[in-house]
């Protein structure tokens, strides 16, 4: 199975600072088609999750522009531009490439 | 707007075989590029996915929960079905439906709010 890392597990940060999510993937995600099926899901506290970016960079709808994804290969980011209050919760990258599909470990953004 | 309800018997012992239904609104699995999808969370744990069922009723599972499970749905009354056979307390977890949808792949963009189930003597 690929094995997604996620880092920091832990994130902290005060309200408009800008941050940044790691996910290393244990095999290349670009698949045979040439996308790189690599997402991005926000599960807040209490709540489940919920789709903010697929295949490395597309924003899902609704999701607000100051979430943006970027990478390749077995390399990725998630950037939020400004974190807002709302924002706090774990991000989980998700590969769909290779079956199974998995999740990355997951990383909590803390609101200081 | 897409809705996804999940539902279950709550607590069960082990042995037993673990029954859950998820009931949407908003969308069609006759529908092409529609699917369901579960997953499970234990408790302050990361997401685990367990299995797919798409609109042409092509059923994909994860080999590491394979034989114990079964994937199903009732297209006229919008409900898929997950069956896990033979439980341990370490199918102790909160089950999720999500909404799949082909896009550049495809994406899980809508999810239930999930399902508590406890497995325990």
């Known amino acids: 199975d690929v094995v997604l890392t996620q880092t920091p597990p832990t994130l902290s940060a005060t309200i408009g600072q800008s941050v940044s999510i790691s996910c290393r993937s244990s095999?290349?995600?670009?698949?045979?088609?040439?996308?790189?099926?690599l997402n991005w899901l926000l599960q807040r506290p209490g709540q489940s999750p919920q789709l903010l970016i697929y295949?490395?960079?597309n924003l899902e709808s609704g999701v607000p522009n100051r979430f943006s994804g970027s990478g390749s290969e077995t390399d990725f980011t998630l950037k939020i531009s400004g974190v807002e209050a709302e924002d706090l919760g774990v991000y989980y990258c998700?590969?769909?490439?290779?079956?199974?599909?998995?999740f990355g470990s997951g990383t909590k953004l803390e609101i200081k | 707007q897409v809705t996804l309800k999940e539902s279950g018997p709550g607590i069960l012992q082990p042995s037993q075989t673990l029954s859950l239904t998820c009931t949407f609104s908003?969308?069609?699995?006759?529908?092409?590029?529609?699917?369901v999808g579960w997953i499970r969370q234990p408790s302050g744990k990361g997401l685990e996915w367990l299995a797919n069922?798409?609109?042409?009723?092509?059923?994909y599972y994860n080999p590491s929960l394979k034989n114990r499970l079964t994937i199903s749905k009732d297209t006229s009354n919008n409900q898929a079905f997950l069956k896990i056979t033979n439980v341990d307390t370490a199918d102790t977890a909160t089950y999720y439906c999500?909404?799949?949808?082909?896009?550049?792949?495809?994406?899980?963009?809508?999810w239930g709010q999930g399902a508590s189930v406890t497995v325990s003597s």
């Open positions: 069922i798409w609109w042409d009723d092509d059923k």
């Open positions: 295949s490395v960079s």
């Open positions: 998700m590969q769909a490439t290779h079956a199974p599909l998995t």
């Open positions: 095999q290349s995600l670009l698949d045979s088609d040439g996308d790189t099926y």
């Open positions: 999500a909404r799949l949808r082909i896009t550049r792949g495809y994406v899980m963009d809508a």
């Open positions: 908003g969308f069609s699995l006759s529908t092409y590029g529609m699917g």
